[in-house]
């Protein structure tokens, strides 16, 4: 799962300082590398490993100078992560094309090899938008007919090309030289991307949040299967590709996404609200009856107040997180997970001590921050812990950008709910009804293969295997 956000405003020079800003409201989304391109009369790209403050300076930004650009955070889903494969990438030929996304392509690792052996283009890095860069600049150039009314035209072909070749989940932000910006979602629409607009500018960025900063009104969310092209005079070209069901990622609602933002019409901070009270009425009939309700921070939060309502007890801020340590489910490693759960969390022993402890997160994944969080917990003199999750079981991989890719990743998968209490330690693990996540949005069919094993593009065996060696191999580093 990464950041992505692109704007073009015609009679601005300094898009820069726009463009870092909104990743700094994205670097939820990753926390490994950033960068941005921008372009006036030539590209000017930084990008480099760690976050968002510690990459661009004053400096830098002074030097990003351009009319348009396109922005990234990184969180690793292939390869090592490593700061040759921070976003975003570019190719000089044709036009001059920038590129960043987020998503997982699964066919990367068949891609890259298919690129090589059939055309001689050459993928550099381990960063799977680097085959969808070359498919795209690829079928552009084979396009190109010399033509200026032909441009747009091309471009489209050239994204349909992009959906015959690439599989798995993608949106993606172009920024094509001296052009416009292009943006398009695979045909599915499994990770967001949002247009907003105002006077004299356009934007595109993975989270609505990201306008309310710029002063872009949010105007949508970007279609399945749809492409966007934006040209320097600020005319939209849109074009439905290749439209299937629209199967949005129901974990960005769960976890990832800011609760302040609003993806496809639904607001964050409700949906989560819609999974506590749910999971309230679930507890409440259980007959269970703890002393307190204590959300982990922060998406934790917004539910255990709703429990809490349905149950008639008090919630209470019984941890309490440093803002200065970083998203502990998106770090590369387990080892690296564990000492971070006891730097991120405190308890606060007033609200814990002596009391029987109902905590409230939104998935149990590895259950690495779980069961560090019970043992703290019952440290400083918890009676009793209850842990419950608003979300169901999580027993399968993803492969569309979250990285738990592999079998192993998942507590659940081949354990019943006596063995998964056992290993995190809790005295009861209650988790929220599949029925309940799936009626928080109003879409048929919405993708939650890591909770029901039913994926919108069944990955292929060769596919799965390339991904599992590849975790393998960079999650032994």
């Given amino acids: 799962m990464c950041g992505i956000v692109g704007f073009i405003e015609k009679q601005r020079e300094d898009i820069s300082d726009v463009l870092v800003n ?3 409201i994205l670097q939820h989304r990753g926390q490994d590398a950033a960068g941005v391109i921008t372009y006036d009369r030539s590209f000017h790209l930084k990008k480099g490993q760690g976050l968002v403050q510690q990459i661009f300076q004053k400096k830098h930004i002074q030097r990003l100078k351009g009319f348009m650009g396109i922005g990234h955070v990184r969180y690793p889903t292939i390869g090592p992560g490593t700061g040759e494969d921070a976003q975003p990438f570019y190719t000089n030929h044709p036009y001059g094309i920038g590129i960043v996304h987020n998503g997982n392509v699964m066919n990367f690792f068949s891609l890259k090899r298919k690129l090589w052996n059939e055309r001689k283009w050459q993928v550099n890095s381990l960063n799977d938008v680097e085959v969808i860069l070359n498919v795209f600049a690829m079928a552009l150039e084979d396009f190109e007919t010399g033509k200026e009314t ?39 629409g ?10 004299g500018g356009i934007g595109f960025a993975s989270e609505s949040v990201v306008f309310d900063y710029s ?3 949010l105007k949508r969310e970007l279609l399945p299967g749809e492409a966007v092209f934006v040209d320097k005079d600020l005319k939209v070209f849109s074009r439905n590709i290749l439209k299937n069901t629209y199967r949005p990622c129901i974990f960005e609602w769960v976890y990832f996404s800011r609760p ?20 309230g009425k679930k507890i409440k009939q259980m007959g269970i009856h703890p002393d307190v309700v204590i959300g982990i921070p922060d998406t934790g939060r917004p539910a255990a107040i709703e429990v809490a309502n349905e149950l008639k007890i008090p919630v209470s801020e019984g941890l309490i997180r440093n803002r200065y340590i970083t998203r502990t489910f998106i770090m590369p490693r387990n080892t690296k997970r ?28 590895r259950g690495t921050t779980s069961s560090e969080i019970v043992k703290m917990v019952r440290s400083i003199g918890a009676k009793k812990v209850y842990y419950a999750s608003y979300s169901p079981p999580v027993i399968s991989p993803c492969y569309y950008g979250i990285d738990m890719t592999t079998n192993e990743d998942f507590i659940a998968r081949d354990k019943n709910l006596d063995e998964v209490r ?29 909770f029901n094993n039913n994926y919108p593009i069944k990955p292929q065996k060769d596919d799965i295997e390339d991904i599992e060696k590849d975790r393998l191999q960079w999650n032994l580093l």
Avoid: W
Avoid at 190 to 199: A, F, H, V, W
Avoid at 260 to 279: Q, T
Avoid at 347 to 364: A, F, G, R, T
């Fill in 422 to 450: 056992k290993i995190i330690g809790a005295d009861l693990i209650i988790y929220g009804e599949l029925k309940d996540l799936a009626s928080i949005l109003p879409f048929k069919e919405p993708c939650m293969a890591c």
């Fill in 338 to 365: 564990h000492s971070s759960v006891r730097q991120k969390l405190n308890p606060v022993m007033s609200e814990i001590k002596d009391k029987n402890v109902l905590l409230v997160d939104d998935s149990i994944v």
């Fill in 260 to 279: 302040d933002s609003i993806i496809n019409g639904i607001g964050v901070l409700e949906a989560r609200k819609r999974l506590g009270r749910a999971l």
């Fill in 190 to 199: 499994i990770r967001p991307l949002s247009m907003g607009i105002k006077q």
């Fill in 150 to 188: 032909d441009f747009v035209s091309n471009i489209f072909k050239a994204v349909e090309t992009v959906y015959s070749l690439v599989r798995g989940a993608y949106s993606v932000i172009l920024l094509i030289g001296d052009r416009g910006l292009l943006a398009f979602k695979d045909p599915h």
């Fill in 215 to 217: 002063l872009h009104k």
């Fill in 22 to 24: 909104s990743l700094l």
